[in-house]
Each structure stands twice: as C-alpha cells, then as structure tokens.
C-alpha cells in the first residue's frame, strides 16, 4: 500500500462520527467503541484494546492503541 494510499484511509477512518468523539472528548460509549473496533476489524488495521476495570482510587478506563506503522501509533484513553 502506496503511502498516499494509506493517509487517505487514515483520514478517512478519522472523519467517521465515533472516532471524532473520541478525539474530542476522553468519555466514550461503550457502543461507539464497538462501532470503532468493528471499523477498525473490517480496514484489516490492527489494534489493541485493553481494560482496567477501576477501584477506589481510579475510574474504569480502556486503552486503545491503532498500529498505522512501524512508526505511526495513535493512542487513547477511554473513561466510562
């Protein structure tokens, strides 16, 4: 995949309304994470996901982490 081929993927993934939400605000619904894995399943783009569940000290969070290339990584961190 061409370089120019892979930025417009990306922006176009981007524009999609729940990656915007995410961008915008770390508070997130669990059905716009769903909509953003199924997304992200679908480009064949790969990603990890991971949950801490919270305690007293510290709310429930996930970390999502989308592999663009060996060196382009974007990073959040969801609250619920």
């Known amino acids: 995949m061409g370089n120019n081929s892979l930025l417009q993927e990306l922006e176009c993934l981007l524009a ?8 915008k605000s770390a508070v997130l619904k669990i059905g716009q994470l769903n909509v953003i894995i199924a997304i992200l399943i679908k480009a064949s783009i790969p990603f990890d996901l991971s949950f801490d ?4 000290r510290n709310a429930a969070a996930a970390k999502l982490s989308i592999f663009i290339n060996p060196s382009t990584n974007l990073h959040f961190t969801i609250s619920f």
């Open 16 to 23: 999609i309304d729940a990656f915007q939400s995410l961008s």
């Open 53 to 56: 569940p919270g305690n007293r």
